[in-house]
């Protein structure tokens, strides 16, 4: 549970800084429809740093290991789909292939979907 709480810390804190520097510094050297791109994937890191932490919480509950796996899909996800957004925000500034990153963006999303089935999985069976 504690590796979990630190990741999703880390991820919170990583969220906090990347939306700041979204707000304050990629205006300056990118259009307005990265920016856009960008903060969607600031937007689903925030998200799902808070579904991380309902599942440590949820496992040190019930102990049931669907929590964890959920919890590493997020984790899983937010690189994936978050992680690719920040990257096509800024092809242009970094000259990267979004032949190759492009992709992986629908991959993140299934990694979240999947962690919320699991994650439904083990709230239906917590009695009470």
Not at 80 to 106: E, H, M, Q, R, W
Request: hydrophobic share 60%; proline share 2%.
């Amino acid at each position: 549970m504690k590796k979990i709480l630190i990741t999703a810390s880390a991820f919170g804190a990583l969220a906090v800084m990347l939306g700041a520097f979204a707000a304050h510094g990629l205006s300056k050297v990118v259009d307005h429809h990265s920016i856009e791109i960008f903060n969607k994937g600031v937007t689903y890191q925030f998200y799902h740093v808070f579904a991380i932490i309902a599942c440590a919480l949820l496992y040190h509950l019930t102990l049931q290991k669907r929590f964890i796996i959920a919890a590493r899909l997020f984790v899983a996800g937010i690189c994936c789909f978050s992680g690719s957004l920040y990257l096509l925000a800024l092809k242009d500034l970094l000259a990267l292939n979004t032949v190759i990153i492009g992709p992986i963006t629908p991959l993140g999303g299934l990694f979240f979907v999947a962690g919320w089935i699991l994650f439904l999985s083990g709230v239906v069976k917590i009695k009470g």
